[in-house]
């Protein structure tokens, strides 16, 4: 349950800098302090989001491959953010300058993004092998639903981009569905989707990538790019 799961009010009351200490310093002043972004980070911003990343296969994967951008993976399970928590840190000790640029925070990636991110601030968003909710009374559980995507919509930037990728058949056309649908995303073609870097990743880097991988079974990708609305915002 996430009733004691705690929202900033807006994304101006969110301190990142617990999550991505070495893109921020922090001074005291006096009873205050003060949190500032470093020099050579002015303005930087979380741009990727992994929706219920899991064990963090993918935000390790694409930290290296994006070394300036940060990364966001979002986990509703106690003991999965722990164990991404305390996997980040490791990497950090070992290799104290790389993957600075990920984290993991305990949330309903289904509820408040808004008060996380501002209008257009991301440029990927991945819901990769998502719970499929089998039962009909179910699928209003699901993670990509109309009323979500508008809020996806919302805090992904025009020429964003919505991977998604699913063993389950019936999935895949419920979310190609809802994503056809909606007039804020289009469909991008599979040989454009093929040449997009994250890809690999996205079919393979993850836990539950590696298990369909060894039990055989298939995966259904479908990417969607945030386009503009009438009035072009
Ligand atoms: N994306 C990962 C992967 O490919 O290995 C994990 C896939 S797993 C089947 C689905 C994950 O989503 C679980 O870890 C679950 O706890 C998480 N999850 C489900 N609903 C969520 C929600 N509303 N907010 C955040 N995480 C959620």
């Given at each position: 349950s996430d009733h004691y799961l705690e929202y900033p009010l807006s994304p101006a009351h969110m301190d990142w800098s617990t999550h991505y200490p070495k893109f921020f310093t922090s001074k005291s002043d006096n009873n205050q302090t003060l949190v500032t972004q470093s020099q050579s980070s002015i303005q930087k911003k979380v741009e990727f989001a992994d929706l219920g990343c899991g064990y963090g296969g993918l935000?390790?994967?694409?930290?290296?491959?994006?070394?300036?951008?940060?990364?966001?993976?979002?986990?509703?399970?106690?003991?999965?953010?722990?164990?991404?928590?305390?996997?980040?840190?490791?990497?950090?000790?070992?290799?104290?300058?790389?993957?600075?640029?990920?984290?993991?925070?305990?949330?309903?990636?289904?509820?408040?993004?808004?008060?996380?991110?501002?209008?257009?601030?991301l440029s990927k968003m991945f819901f990769l092998f998502p719970d499929p909710h089998f039962k009909?009374?179910?699928?209003?559980?699901?993670?990509?639903?109309?009323?979500?995507?508008?809020?996806?919509?919302?805090?992904?930037?025009?020429?964003?981009?919505?991977?998604?990728?699913?063993?389950?058949?019936?999935?895949?056309?419920?979310?190609?569905?809802?994503?056809?649908?909606?007039?804020?995303?289009?469909?991008?073609?599979?040989?454009?989707?093929?040449?997009?870097?994250?890809i690999p990743h996205v079919r393979t880097a993850t836990e539950e990538g590696k298990k369909v991988e060894r039990n055989n079974g298939d995966k259904f990708l479908a990417c969607y790019k945030r386009i503009a609305d009438n009035d072009s915002s």
């Amino acid at each position: 349950s996430d009733h004691y799961l705690e929202y900033p009010l807006s994304p101006a009351h969110m301190d990142w800098s617990t999550h991505y200490p070495k893109f921020f310093t922090s001074k005291s002043d006096n009873n205050q302090t003060l949190v500032t972004q470093s020099q050579s980070s002015i303005q930087k911003k979380v741009e990727f989001a992994d929706l219920g990343c899991g064990y963090g296969g993918l935000l390790v994967a694409l930290s290296t491959l994006f070394p300036d951008t940060l990364m966001l993976g979002m986990e509703i399970r106690v003991k999965v953010e722990d164990y991404v928590r305390e996997r980040i840190n490791a990497l950090r000790s070992q290799y104290p300058e790389q993957y600075q640029n990920v984290s993991i925070i305990r949330m309903n990636a289904m509820k408040f993004l808004p008060n996380f991110f501002e209008k257009g601030q991301l440029s990927k968003m991945f819901f990769l092998f998502p719970d499929p909710h089998f039962k009909t009374r179910k699928h209003k559980a699901r993670i990509i639903t109309a009323q979500l995507l508008s809020e996806y919509a919302y805090v992904l930037r025009v020429g964003g981009i919505i991977y998604t990728i699913t063993d389950v058949k019936d999935l895949n056309e419920w979310m190609v569905k809802h994503l056809d649908d909606h007039p804020l995303f289009e469909r991008i073609p599979d040989d454009e989707v093929e040449k997009d870097p994250v890809i690999p990743h996205v079919r393979t880097a993850t836990e539950e990538g590696k298990k369909v991988e060894r039990n055989n079974g298939d995966k259904f990708l479908a990417c969607y790019k945030r386009i503009a609305d009438n009035d072009s915002s």
